[in-house]
């Protein structure tokens, strides 16, 4: 199951289930919908939403498939309806891994590491090979609601880094800037980089594509681990364009996975990024968060400062602009709030642990908000002999997805009002 949550509204994606919405205060089903296409027997492996329209009762969805396809659905919240507005195929680019959404754009990666940057707002005149091609005239979203076949404005294609990965669309003053999180190997350990695509529309109209005019990769200071030794890695390749028509062929992707490289597996095991917060999970049962500084001429990370707190495997993190930050253990119900504003070198970052508590009174009327026959709602009588596999959060509450016996799967919600 891939959860996000936003003020108060959970959104949930699973095979079985479809794409669905919850009201966490009343634990309630606000709307539901296929994800299935035609022909498809394909399983959501990354979800993303744009929130920018949610004050006005709006929240546009992205969901990846580990078919490579994707698509795109919109909650109304008023309504209580969800709305596919656009599906596209399955790619033999491989599984998608990670997606971010910012309408209009929309940036994917595979398990392979390609990247791929989108705009639904789909240039009528594109040139390539200083020839110019006049498109025709597509429904516009405005009308319909329905997305026209996404334009691909770019790809990144690294033979060097590898997984966890974490994607990012943001506004920056005039540009959009899409960025890439990843880790990569180095001669004796592991590192993070980062890389910026800053896309700028163009001046005059939509009838030309947006131009990416500036690309800018920053390291983080390298990790060395006792024993481990082997060849450098470089850097990860630049852009390169991609097809000029406006329906392009993901085509398949040549860049070795994980499993091929002779890499050892060390390193990050999650990576989160909102800038300019860049936190990764260890396998020692701490984090590192970096700082991340963009500008129109420069991108630079800081060193990483290591967080300490947790005494078992952390499953997964998330942070907010607004500099917090939740982990949660794997197994038992640890579970922490990390205040990262303010951290300096050398300065270990304080949090505070999360320990469920619920009222007696309202033991036995709460149900699952999610899944089939998992504990109650906020229940942690109800067992904590299962996997925690993701963890996020609002300003009122902290919500844990929990795998419980069985590959039941149920939604803990901790509520702090």
């Known amino acids: 199951m891939l959860v996000k949550v936003v003020e108060g509204v959970a959104v949930t994606a699973d095979k079985d289930g479809g794409l669905r919405a919850w009201d966490l205060k009343s634990r309630s089903l606000i709307a539901q919908i296929g ?36 698509g795109v659905w919109r909650l109304f919240t008023a309504e209580k309806r969800l709305t596919r507005r656009y599906r596209h195929g399955k790619s033999s680019s491989g599984e ?20 791929l940057l989108y705009t639904f707002e789909v240039p009528s005149v594109t040139e390539t090979g200083g020839t110019v091609h006049h498109r ?12 026209s076949s996404p334009y691909l404005l770019t790809s990144l294609d690294s033979h060097t880094s590898r997984p966890p990965l974490a994607l990012s669309i943001r506004r920056a003053g005039r540009a959009t800037v899409a ?30 594509a947006p131009e990416i005019t500036t690309t800018r990769i920053a390291y983080a200071t390298p990790v060395e681990m006792d024993g481990v030794s082997h060849a450098p890695l470089t850097p990860p ?35 989160c990024y909102t800038h300019p917060y860049l936190l990764a999970t260890l396998p ?12 129109a001429s420069s991108l630079s990370i800081s060193d990483g400062i290591r967080l300490w707190g947790h005494t078992s495997g952390i499953s997964d993190a998330e942070i907010t602009a607004r500099g917090k930050a939740v982990s949660v253990s794997t197994q038992g119900e640890e579970m922490r709030v990390w205040e990262l504003e303010g ?67 149920s939604l803990m919600v901790y509520d702090f009002t």
């Open 136 to 147: 025709p005239g597509t429904t516009t979203p405005a009308a319909s609601g329905k997305l």
């Open 284 to 295: 020692d049962n701490t984090l590192v968060l970096h700082m991340c500084t963009s500008t």
């Open 35 to 70: 994800i299935g296409s035609f022909g498809s027997d394909a399983a959501p492996s990354c979800i993303a939403v744009d929130e920018a329209e949610f004050e006005r009762g709006l929240l546009d969805l992205a969901l990846g498939f580990d078919d490579g396809s994707f």
């Open 237 to 271: 390749a630049t852009p390169r364009r991609g097809r000029r028509d406006g329906n392009p062929d993901l085509g398949s992707s040549t860049t070795p996975t994980a499993a091929d490289s002779q890499t050892p597996e060390h390193g990050p095991t999650t990576l």
């Open 343 to 409: 951290r300096s070198a050398g300065v270990g970052s304080r949090s505070v642990e999360i320990r469920p508590w619920q009222s007696p009174s309202s033991g036995g009327d709460r149900g699952n908000l999610a899944g089939d026959g998992g504990p109650y709602l906020g229940d942690p009588a109800g067992g904590w002999d299962g996997r925690r596999n993701w963890v996020g959060f609002d300003d009122e509450m902290v919500i844990v997805l929990k795998e419980g016996k069985g590959s039941r799967e």
């Open 179 to 208: 960025s890439v999180a990843y880790t990569f190997s180095t001669w004796r350990g592991w590192s993070i980089g980062i890389q910026d695509l800053h896309i700028h529309e163009p001046a005059s109209s939509k009838a030309s």
């Open 96 to 115: 998608l891994i990670a997606m971010a959404f910012s309408y209009p754009y929309l940036l994917t990666a595979t398990e392979a590491v390609l990247v």
